[in-house]
């Protein structure tokens, strides 16, 4: 064999060797997104997942625990909806299908508007020393426990792992953030309608305010199935 030719098959049986190599880096990348996708598609267990960041307004980090009354208000409001609709079987209005979207994914996306909505009143409120008087804090209380044993008696707070506590903090925010939202309405010569958080006119102040989503978390929610039981169904 001449040397030319050792040269020629050498050159050949390396590229064969390198090609080997990519391909199975290739094939690691693949598996590894694949798993990675996989993992990020799995539906997560509210309760467990607490402290995971679903969103940030101006700076602060909200959590899965921040937005549990918001679960639990919203999907009490489909529920009552999806009963009408019908009793027998209310799983079929949570996965019906209007508006280009499911009505479960058009609920939670509702709550995580209303969080991020009464965070920037809130944030608002505390900026301009806004308080509670003595009227709106009895009104705030008796929310509390009539949400509270609501949710007890239903065995929902032990679905979202949540104590007391973080209902109160909720609804007090909540509070301060509709006391907020009236005044600041007011100020724009406008309804307090106008500033709900559906509305044209909230959204466009919305834009002037830092909000991010962590869609990621948000989209693992099984939402419907939180508080509620009902058949899962893929995005």
């Known amino acids: 064999m001449t040397f030319s030719k050792r040269i020629k098959e050498f050159r050949q049986s390396r590229k064969k060797y390198i090609v080997t ?3 199975a880096v290739i094939v690691m990348l693949l598996s590894g997104y694949s798993y ?3 993992s990020d598609r799995t ?3 509210y309760r467990e997942s607490l402290d995971r960041e679903v969103a940030e307004v101006n700076g602060e980090k909200l959590t899965l625990s921040d937005m549990a009354f918001y679960v ?3 999907e009490n409001q489909v529920e009552q909806q999806a009963l009408a609709y019908d009793a027998g079987d209310t799983s079929k209005y949570w996965n019906l299908h209007t508006n280009g979207t499911y009505v479960r994914i058009a609920a939670r996306n509702a709550t995580i508007q209303m969080l991020v909505h009464d965070e920037i009143f809130y944030q608002m409120a505390v900026s ?3 308080e509670l ?3 709106e804090e009895e009104t705030l209380l008796l929310s509390i426990q009539d949400f509270w044993y609501d949710l007890e008696n239903e065995g929902k707070e032990e679905k ?3 104590d007391r506590q973080t209902i109160e903090n909720a609804l007090r925010k909540m509070m301060y953030a509709q006391k907020m939202q009236l005044i600041y309405s007011q100020l724009q010569g406008a309804s307090y ?3 709900e958080f559906y509305a044209d006119s909230y959204q466009a102040f919305a834009k002037t305010q830092d909000v991010t989503i962590n869609e990621n978390v948000l989209k693992r929610i099984s939402f419907g199935n939180v508080t509620l039981e009902h058949d899962k169904k893929e995005e």
């Open 21 to 23: 190599i990519v391909l």
């Open 193 to 195: 309608e106008d500033y």
């Open 160 to 162: 979202l792992g949540i």
């Open 36 to 38: 990675w996708r996989e």
């Open 43 to 45: 539906k997560l267990v």
């Open 72 to 74: 639990a208000y919203e």
């Open 128 to 130: 301009e020393g806004i």
């Open 133 to 135: 008087n003595e009227e």
